[in-house]
């Protein structure tokens, strides 16, 4: 038997690629999400290299240089109530701001996808009980939940985390579930299932491929949410305590300066909301990359 | 249909339920014990047994939450530890200064979000709508309780013209709509409706774009329908999903007011949160979130109806 | 097309020597007996009962060892429901299903034995692979899950490739999304024919192609069967490309089968006014056989509600009160040809045929 071949463009000479490398492609182009992905960066790397790049101490302070202006000699970008240098402090306060931020998301992430996945392969009973638990958590808006559980809980860090976790759970759930659902009625999986694989096999290979991307995403978009819920947290007196350096906590002791030094006053919310808006900017980037029908 | 809301009722009842265990558990969440915040300090052992059994504390779990269950039913939501007064009351008055101001600022956020969302769908890949699509960036990106700080920078410390904080000019503890209570909900209401409008933005947006890249527009504008016709025609379309998701806004700001209230000192239900987990006022903390997550329910529970109302692609056997 | 009967000796005879055969050359490969699956009967608080689908209801038939079995029907027949019931991908409500002889699922035949027997090519959407897999990794993947090593698994989906005209040079590696349809659906038999089955359902396998690919994917069927001496199961509501491939036919009406017989008796004599109104319907090439009359009239009912007595004599041009009353089983009228109509018994007291 000939082999039987159609008419084909002339192999093309790049090698082939996959999903990844395509989104990775389409979204070097997007100039809005680079942008924002090069502010991220520089955020991030600023919080972790803080001790090398800081110009002063965090922590010391000067009872005669309070609340200087922006440009003060000694201080770029002034002092706050206690007299220590903002810049230094907003570039600590990127750490803590970034880790409260972001760790809920992480943890939500494995644990809501797992039980979103896990609920949506499965289906039934198994489904359904555990849809109605997480609606159950869907009932109350995000921030009561956050702040009714951090009230509960205590201030302190670990406590906020744990708050933020449990408020993002049910809707990584939600989408994980969803998305599963749709997949796990492909012709491809039920093709895997006729070809004898248990469920473990198909998870792993056909099912968590495709589904962990379209999650991700949408975590991805939780993150900047999750930064203004936390600095709120702060703001409010419960999560961040003083004397450590959170943007959140930072707008709340600055705000008996709005009145002298409102320049000074402002700046922990600037950057709350630059690194929040970047973080949007990029997830919806990458939304768009991945979005691309072939 | 009535049928269906019958349906949708008794879907929400174990919600519901699901919802009063929660806020009655979070309580039992905090570390220590739940008596050593009503208690003296230097009550005896004696007394904090006698306080521990008037409040019921010494009975297993599931049994305190039926008797709590059972008051709340009945409109019993305990008192307030540092007032003294019932809890309901003092909620009840909370509640109806936040719901003012939320459903200003929802208001203000539609209105706006309606027409950003609109002019964006309609110009699609425009100048227009790439300045409409940044707005509404903004909107869901801005820390709102930094907006509102820097609102009263500028309207306030700045410039003068609008009061910093409160409801009213004696301080009081009601806003009533008459010009000299209009000054100050205004800054807090224009700041707490920047969510709302981003996300209305967005959404409608999206459906406008949708409708219009339909066939049927096509269809219709092909029959020589003008584009007032096919803006009411688009409008019908938009009109359901639109509103449901200008409820369910409603709902959030009710639920999320706590910062926007604390920066403007505005005595809603979210002022009096604070308050009470900084005074671990127990009853009412319980009975706040009880109030606000009931109600978020309740409005969920009117959109879904509503939206199947005005909606007849869902259809209802 | 259909081998020359001392062809199909030789072929069942040379199918009976392989390794796997169990029943030996007179067992079919396949056969069928009241297999029942309805769906539905849901009672929900406050809802209504939903309505039971009874999608197959009651089916019989053999498929022999080498042979084509086709079957046709309408939307809503029940012919895909058949075959995911055959694969054991849902489960039937009632009924027998022996392969070479044995009960699947029993202890001469478990379930895993029965899935490297038995294997379905699906319609080619573009949901039928998985985007994120190269061609090589789809084919491999059904061996590799019956314990062949990753190297082993890969040259074995190489060589598949290669057999059904796809270069494993400039295949292997590609996605579904960089490949045409005609080629996805190439994958899809390869991907298939990597558990080395017997038996190879093909639900609606060329449905999606364009003409001339549809053309090549047939025959390049047609040799892979004669090569790897396969049965088919052969699905499609397009009558014409059912004609081409198979030996036997099977038209499926409402869940039942209104006829069963070789494929040429069924063509140019059916006995089902079922069958009849199918083939009339076709179009035809030629100007001088105008349809001029709708052969058949009504929409196709639903398998919810279906018609008492013969399921068809709502839309038959033949009916009889008779017809209303009474299910006609269906009757043999020679050659291995079954019809379930009235009609086609002798003494069932159609008035037709008593005038006749």
Known sequence: MAAIA????????????????????????????????????????????????????????????????????????????????????????????????VTPVLCAFMIGASIGIFAGYLGGWINTLLMRIVDVFFAFPSVLLAIALSGALGAGILNSIVSLTIVF????????????????????????????????????????????????????????????????????????KPPEAEWGLMLNTLRTAI??????????????????????????????AMEVKQ | MLLYILRRILYV?????????????????????????????????????????????????PVQYGIWLWKVLRGDLGHSIATGRPVLSEVSRAVGNSLILASVATLIGFTFGTFFGFVAGYFRDSPLDKAASALSVFGVSVPHYWLGIVMVIIF????????????????????????????????????????????????VRALVADILGQEFVQ?????????????????????????????????????????????????????????AIFQRDLPLLQGTILVLAMFFVMLNLIVDVLQTVLDPRIQRA | MSLSQSGIQDGVAALAADPRDRGG????????????????????????????????????????????????????????????????IIAPDLGEILFDGEAV?????????????????????????????????????????????????????????????????????????????????RVNIARALALEPRLLILDEAVSALDKSVEAQVLNLLLDLKDEFGLTFIFISHDLNVVRFMSDRVMVMYLGKVAEVGPSEAIFSRPRHPYTEALLASMPSMDPDKRTEEAPISGDPPNPINPPAGCRFHTRCKMVATLCAHAEPPPHHVGGGHLAACHLADPRSGHPRLVAA
């Open chain 1, 6 to 101: 159609e008419p084909l463009a002339p192999a093309p000479a790049r090698t082939s690629h996959g999903y990844w490398s395509g989104v990775a492609m389409r979204l070097t182009r997007d100039p809005v999400a680079m942008v924002a992905l090069a502010i991220i960066l520089a955020i991030v790397l600023a919080a972790i290299f803080a001790p090398l790049i800081a110009p002063a101490e965090p922590f010391r302070g000067s009872m005669i240089r309070r609340l200087k202006p922006i440009g003060f000699p000694g201080y770029p970008l002034g002092s706050d109530e206690l007299g220590r240098d903002m810049l230094t402090r907003l570039i600590y306060g990127g750490r803590l701001s970034l880790f409260i931020g």
């Open chain 1, 169 to 240: 759970v049910p809707q990584i759930a939600r989408v994980a579930e969803s998305v599963t659902t749709q997949i796990r009625s492909r012709d491809y999986v039920e093709a895997a299932r006729v070809s004898g694989a248990g469920a473990f096999t198909i998870v792993r290979v056909h099912v968590l491929g495709n589904v962990l991307g379209p999650i991700f995403v949408y975590a991805t978009g939780l993150i900047s949410v999750s930064m203004i819920l936390a600095s709120g947290l702060s703001f409010l007196g419960l999560g961040v």
């Open chain 3, 25 to 88: 050359a007179g067992t079919p490969l396949l056969r069928v007996r009241g297999l029942i699956k309805h769906f539905g009967r849901k009672r929900g608080l406050l809802a209504k009962a939903s309505p039971v689908v009874r999608a197959v209801d009651g089916v019989d038939f053999d498929v022999a060892k080498g042979e084509t079995l086709g079957i046709v029907g309408e939307s809503g027949c029940g012919k895909s429901t058949t075959a995911r019931l055959i694969m054991q």
């Open chain 2, 156 to 203: 306030s410390a700045q410039l003068g013209w609008l009061p910093p904080t409160g409801a009213g000019p004696d301080g009081s503890g009601n806003w009533r709509p008459d010009a000299e209570h209009l000054r100050y909900i205004i800054l807090p209401a224009v700041t707490m409706s920047v969510i709302p409008m981003g996300i209305i933005a967005r959404t």
């Open chain 2, 219 to 275: 269809a219709l504008r092909a029959k020589g329908l003008g584009e007032w016709g096919v803006f009411k025609h688009v409008v019908t379309n938009a009109a359901p999903t639109a509103l449901a998701v200008m409820g369910l806004q409603l709902g959030y700001l009710l639920g999320g007011s706590i910062l926007i209230e604390t920066v403007f000192a505005w005595p809603g239900s979210g002022f009096l949160l604070n308050a």
């Open chain 3, 105 to 185: 699922g029993s202890v001469a035949l478990d379930l895993t034995q029965f899935r490297k027997q038995v294997q379905m090519v699906f319609q080619d959407s573009y949901a039928s692979l998985n985007p994120r897999l190269t061609v090589e990794d789809t084919v491999a993947f059904g061996p590799r899950v019956h314990g062949l090593r990753r190297r082993a698994a890969i040259a074995r989906a190489h060589d598949l490739l290669d057999r059904v005209g796809l270069e494993p040079a400039r295949f292997a590696g590609r996605y579904p999304h960089e490949i045409s349809g005609g080629q996805r659906q």
């Open chain 2, 13 to 61: 009842t174990p919600v519901a339920l699901g919802v009063s265990v929660i806020c009655f558990l979070l309580v039992h969440l905090a570390p220590g014990d739940p008596l050593t915040a009503v208690m003296p300090i230097d009550a005896t052992a004696q007394q904090q047994a006698e306080m521990r059994q008037a409040y019921g504390f010494d009975r297993p779990l």
């Open chain 1, 259 to 288: 009145y002298t030094q409102p320049m000074v006053a402002a700046l922990p919310g600037m950057m709350i909301f630059l690194t929040s808006i970047s973080f949007n900017l990029f997830s919806d980037g990458l939304r768009s």
